[in-house]
Nanobody, 122 residues
Framework: VQLQASGGGLVQAGGSLRLSCAAS????????MGWFRQTPGKEREFVAG???????YSADSVKGRLAISVDNAKNTMYLEMNNLKPEDTAVYYC?????????????????WGQGTLVTVSS
């Protein structure tokens, strides 16, 4: 599967963005999908994941503000980002895992999009 992330940009604190991850080559429903983010000098951090069943899991730092979803008809995954904070500034990556269960480490994911930059100004 090939993944293409988009939707990043500059937004003020308290604002909203929606990231998209378009897939080609195979249906997203075949995978566990996830969003990660990374800032310079830090490891890639798990943000949210969605299982093949459609159930979701989010990191505590983003619960209630960032929500993951998948539109199987469009073969696209989304990350709805609300009430953004400066600490949400990062490059956001979408990823797909062939594993049976959701695992949070980045090395549990097999395919990656190219990343999209989100900058939140204070």
């Amino acid at each position: 599967v090939q993944l293409q992330a988009s939707g990043g940009g500059l937004v003020q604190a308290g604002g909203s963005l929606r990231l998209s991850c378009a897939a080609s080559g195979r249906a997203l429903s075949s995978y566990i999908m996830g969003w990660f983010r990374q800032t310079p000098g830090k490891e890639r951090e798990f943000v949210a994941g969605i299982r093949r069943s459609g159930s979701t899991y989010s990191a505590d730092s983003v619960k209630g503000r960032l929500a993951i979803s998948v539109d199987n008809a469009k073969n696209t995954m989304y990350l709805e980002m609300n009430n953004l904070k400066p600490e949400d500034t990062a490059v956001y990556y979408c990823a797909a895992s062939e594993r049976i269960q959701l695992h949070l480490p980045a090395n549990a994911f097999d395919y990656w999009g190219q990343g999209t930059l989100v900058t939140v100004s204070s």
